[in-house]
């Protein structure tokens, strides 16, 4: 029988790609002003001040970026960690491993979505 | 001298009617010459997975209050913080030079009927996304606009 992470490959793949990809493009200005401008006092903390904060997320765009922002670099994250530790280890934990980390992007991605909803 | 490799890493499902080598370690692995940065970037897999769970947090405490968002922002301000999202941005560009650098390669001769644009052209347009979307991002989240 085929294996269901076999199946679901192109699934992964797709979700990995864009994890780098939009993932990358994404990240890149959070972490510059929420990550180290905000916090170093390069840019006023108010800025991302509650209402502004509440104001940027709840609009549709926001919430689409946030969720991207979110998912994506999971499933980059659980998919390349998978493929180090099979570098450094073997596959013989990868039926154990594998589908624990998936389960992390998953259950992260589902919890994005409830967060994002929250806003 | 080359290590022994995982017996099975390159095991087929079913076994093959000839006996094969068992694979090995390419000498160099895991940061020796080229592989130095293929492991890199494997590894930046750990920073992605701990910066998505980062911002799901900060997202799930602004939807959870103004007294929990002001944490997460006072929380980022300790050198912990300061000294991860500094090493977050060093392996995010690293990231994206590497993957932007694979991508002219990794595209067909043909696109239907037409070649696709020349290498340096798909590089410069994903350094011109890339470069637009961090500055137009940065602005909005500095409170350039949209105040």
Redesign the interface.
Known sequence: MKHPLLKLEPLIWLLFGQGILLGTVLLTPWVLVVGLAIPLGIVPADALSYERAIALGSHIVGRVILLGLIALPLWKGAHHVRHTLIDFGGAERDALVAPLLYLIATVGSVLALVAVARI | MSRN??P??MAPAKPGATRTAPPQLPDR??FGGRYLAY?L?????????????L??G???S???G?SA??AV?ER??SPF??G???I??VG??F??IR?FGFFPKSQPPRIGSVNPPPKSVILAMLYA??LG??????I????GV??
Request: aromatic share 18%; glycine share 8%; hydrophobic share 60%.
């Open positions: 490799a995982h099975q890493a692995f895991p492991t970037f494997d590894l930046t897999g750990v920073l992605y997975l701990l910066l998505g769970l911002v799901l900060a997202v799930w602004l939807g959870s103004e968002w002001n922002l980022y301000r913080y300061v991860f999202h500094a977050a941005l995010v560009i990231v994206g993957f996304l890339w979307i961090t500055v137009c991002l940065s909005v989240l500095a409170g949209f105040r």
